[in-house]
């Protein structure tokens, strides 16, 4: 199992992207008590009608005051645009990683959305594998400036399995695995935990209560995010976890 002490926003339930994708909301969201906030997910460029970009986000982020010790983490979900194909993936990737290193804890490459799934396809697993080698080297170009940013992938449950030898590989720190949430437990988690170098493994959906919580973590999982507990009940939900 993955310990939470290797990233330490784990220790408490973060809040999962989909939430607030300008950042409008952070100073709100980064104040009632998650390990971590992922915003996003944005495209680095807007999207009419559908995303704001990227540049408005961490103008937003970089405004913040963080002068006083930072305890939640922040995180940049990177979606794409429609006209992207899997051989645009490490570019854009790599522009998002850039444009978000000034102000994220780490960014994740989001492969859960239903219009990025087809860049999981078997026909496209040679291009994708190669995007993710090419953005984790520029993760390491930009690390040498002196500021570390983390790298995570968030993907379907089903997906994750066919990624994680290359995550592993490359570094990348977080594997975050959406979970229906109508699913009852978390036995397959297990398969994708344990070994070395693996990048720490966050489960979301399907987390309703403390029960939930205490069994992802004993099936594996390092920590949890939050989606439609919050959607219901606010910042009222971390109660529901205690």
């Known amino acids: 199992m993955n310990a939470p002490g ?3 926003w784990l220790a408490r339930p973060g809040l999962a992207g989909g939430i607030d994708k300008d950042g409008s909301r952070a100073a709100e969201l980064l104040g009632l ?3 971590s906030v992922e915003f996003g997910s944005v495209t680095v460029h807007p999207v009419a009608g559908s995303n704001p970009g990227l540049a408005a986000l961490v103008a937003r982020l ?16 990177l979606g794409l645009p429609p006209e992207a194909t899997a051989e645009t993936l490490a570019d854009e990737w790599q522009a998002g990683l850039a444009a978000a290193w000034p102000v994220a804890d780490y960014v994740s490459l989001n492969l859960s959305a239903r219009a990025n799934q087809r860049f999981l396809a078997p026909v496209h697993r040679r291009t ?4 993710l080698r090419t953005v984790a080297a520029c993760r390491d170009r930009l690390a040498e400036a002196g500021r570390r940013v983390l790298l995570a992938i968030k993907i379907p449950l089903a997906e ?3 990624l994680l030898e290359t995550m592993t590989e490359t570094g990348f720190a977080q594997l975050t695995v959406v979970r229906p949430d109508h699913r009852a437990g978390f036995d397959e988690l297990a398969d994708l935990t344990g070994g070395i170098g693996r990048p720490a493994l966050v489960a979301v959906g399907g987390i309703r209560n403390a029960a939930d919580v205490a069994a ?3 099936a594996g999982a390092a920590g949890v995010q939050l989606h439609r507990l ?9 109660a529901h976890l205690t």
């Open 160 to 162: 994750a399995a066919g």
């Open 230 to 238: 919050f959607i219901e009940h606010g910042a009222g939900c971390l």
């Open 62 to 77: 970089s405004a913040l005051d963080r002068s006083a010790p930072q305890r939640t983490a922040i995180g940049i979900g």
């Open 128 to 131: 994708l594998l190669a995007a």
């Open 216 to 218: 992802a973590r004993a």
């Open 33 to 35: 008590g998650f390990g």
């Open 6 to 8: 290797a990233l330490p």
